[in-house]
């Protein structure tokens, strides 16, 4: 597919970076994130992976240089190593990094072909080391896969970044261990504020930590030097002098970062999500589905970069506080 006109928004924002989703179900039910009873799409809904890597290509040629694979978790996916390397061919022929968010839960089974199939580094999802707050957290007793997974993707040869969700009172006080553990196995790690995205069981308000607030504790411990690394996402890195490693924060709450943004999100079932933060969304399944797709994704492209928002509105102010949006975040993909 050749090369045609570069994805830009009317902010100007060249769109390099696309977080596809392959799926919406996953094996954890992490509180923050999804209700229990999560009820899923049905199959019949979700593109095939020659679908997903069709549209992958499309993007590849309209300038997307990262693709980061998502769910829900990715790697519940039947076959899904077979979309990896495909799209793994793309990598230095248009694509710069494919790369993957997962739980860990299946790394153990899937870290040597991810590695094998060209993915460099990979971010995991882990917000306790204590076994019990796991598996209250996750609903699910598997914290010790999850780490089984991590050691076993290190030793692929995979680079582990661990991102954490903040939560008051649940593991607030866990974060300064959580990070002295990440660094002494060699791994980055990323603080995330909790997002108001789709109806839970409880009150976001009640876990809702500030960063800023967390940094100034950090502080009180160790030495943070802030760092011009980036990953091609949200996060803002220090260096942390005491444990020799990076931390970042993710701070959509106490620190818009959308003036810079370079990505879009493509769902399970093909919605072109704009913004994380915002409703408005393009149906790239029909344009993919149509007796003449090529066009119709153009068509579809061009209609997103108008309509992508400058900025999401996300809030979590008092008790109670709606969700910024309906959909979970498993929903529009991690």
Known sequence: MSSQAPLIDRFARRITYLRLSVTDRCDL?????????????????VLTLEELHRLSLHFIARGVRKIRLTGGEPLVRRDMMDLVRALGRKL?????ELTLTTNGTRLTEFADDLAAAGVKRINVSLDTLDRGAFAKLSRRDMLPQV????????????????????LKDINEAEIPGLIEWAHGAGHDMTLIEVMPLGE????RFDHYLPLDAVRRDLETRWTLTDSDARSGGPARYVDIAETGGRLGFITPLTGNFCAGCNRVRVTATGQLYMCLGGEG????????????PDSALSECFARAMGEKQERHSFVIDRPGSAPAVSRHMSTTGG
Do not use: H, Q, T
Not at 92 to 96: A, N, Q, R, T
Not at 200 to 203: K, P, Y
């Open 29 to 45: 039910r992490c509180a923050y994130c999804m209700p229990e009873r999560m009820e899923f799409l049905p199959k019949a809904e």
């Open 92 to 96: 230095g022929d248009g694509l710069d």
């Open 147 to 166: 780490l089984e997974g991590i050691a076993a993707a290190k030793a692929a040869g995979l680079r582990v970044k661990i991102n954490a969700v903040a």
């Open 200 to 203: 839970i069981e409880g009150d």
């Open 281 to 292: 969304r393009v149906d790239l399944r029909a344009a993919l589905r149509s007796d003449n």
